[in-house]
């Protein structure tokens, strides 16, 4: 699923983003396989030692981490906003961290599969909500190109299972996106009627009856 070059140049141009408008001192970021399991750390202003104490138990203490999130539809979580426990405040204290940032990178279906977290060192401020806002703003924009690399479906097989044609598939990838119909109209540059038509034939050959049944038959 995952192309390694893609989301090491992915990571590096999102956490330059947020360096643009926010002041950060470090960051990793993981795959992750399920809510139990993340893989393949790449770290950046943080001790691996850190990594691997937080991966071996205070991960578990940890109010932002990914396990907490797996299910739902939130995409960014600031640490500042929750009430950590004494054992990871201690462990934040030992490694001379004030706070976190944590972002989820979800397929479309909603399960999150890469995570990024950056953080600042203690005595400095608390990320705010007003670049919480910023953060969701970068999320939103970078999300279509997340999934056009890292969740995408055998056109091959879907056109000869279902029988679409070439502009039904078109169609059908469109689908998966937030865009709405006319939205859609005016990217591919015709009607709305014609993309109305399109989505009803292939909710008919896929049997399905809305875009959400669509969406998790395809990318679950």
Same mark, same amino acid.
């Given at each position: 699923?995952?192309?390694?070059?893609?989301?090491?140049?992915? @990571?590096?141009?999102?956490?330059?983003?947020?360096?643009?408008?926010?002041?950060?001192?470090?960051?990793?970021?993981?795959?992750?396989?399920?809510? =139990? $399991?993340? +893989?393949?750390? *790449?770290?950046?202003?943080?001790? %691996?030692?850190?990594?691997?104490? +937080?991966?071996?138990?205070?991960?578990? +203490?940890?109010?932002?981490?990914?396990?907490?999130?797996?299910?739902?539809? /939130?995409?960014?979580?600031?640490?500042?906003?929750?009430?950590?426990?004494?054992?990871?405040?201690?462990?934040?204290?030992?490694?001379?961290?004030?706070?976190?940032?944590?972002?989820?990178?979800?397929?479309?279906?909603? /399960?999150?599969?890469?995570?990024?977290?950056?953080?600042?060192?203690?005595?400095? %401020?608390?990320?705010?909500?007003?670049?919480?806002?910023?953060?969701?703003?970068? =999320?939103?924009?970078?999300?279509? $190109?997340? =999934?056009?690399?890292?969740?995408?479906?055998? !056109?091959?097989?879907?056109?000869?299972? +279902? $029988?679409?044609?070439?502009?039904?598939?078109?169609?059908?990838?469109?689908?998966?996106?937030?865009?709405?119909?006319?939205?859609?109209?005016?990217?591919?540059?015709?009607?709305?009627?014609?993309?109305?038509? =399109?989505? /009803?034939?292939?909710?008919? !050959?896929?049997?399905?009856? @809305?875009?959400? *049944?669509?969406?998790?038959?395809?990318?679950?």
């Amino acid at each position: 699923m995952f192309n390694r070059d893609f989301i090491q140049q992915f @990571s590096r141009n999102f956490i330059a983003q947020i360096q643009h408008v926010s002041d950060i001192d470090g960051f990793f970021t993981y795959k992750i396989d399920n809510i =139990h $399991h993340a +893989y393949d750390f *790449e770290l950046g202003g943080i001790s %691996k030692s850190a990594i691997n104490e +937080y991966l071996n138990g205070k991960i578990e +203490y940890d109010p932002v981490s990914f396990r907490h999130f797996y299910h739902g539809d /939130q995409n960014i979580a600031l640490l500042g906003q929750y009430q950590p426990n004494e054992i990871f405040l201690n462990f934040m204290s030992r490694w001379q961290v004030e706070d976190t940032a944590e972002f989820f990178f979800r397929k479309r279906d909603g /399960q999150p599969i890469f995570g990024l977290s950056v953080f600042r060192e203690q005595g400095k %401020k608390q990320f705010n909500l007003q670049e919480k806002k910023v953060f969701e703003a970068f =999320h939103q924009l970078s999300i279509e $190109h997340f =999934h056009h690399h890292v969740d995408v479906i055998n !056109k091959d097989k879907i056109i000869a299972q +279902y $029988h679409l044609t070439k502009k039904e598939m078109v169609i059908l990838e469109e689908l998966f996106t937030n865009l709405e119909a006319s939205q859609i109209s005016k990217k591919l540059n015709c009607s709305l009627s014609t993309v109305k038509t =399109h989505v /009803q034939h292939i909710y008919q !050959k896929v049997n399905v009856s @809305s875009r959400q *049944e669509l969406v998790c038959k395809f990318l679950r």
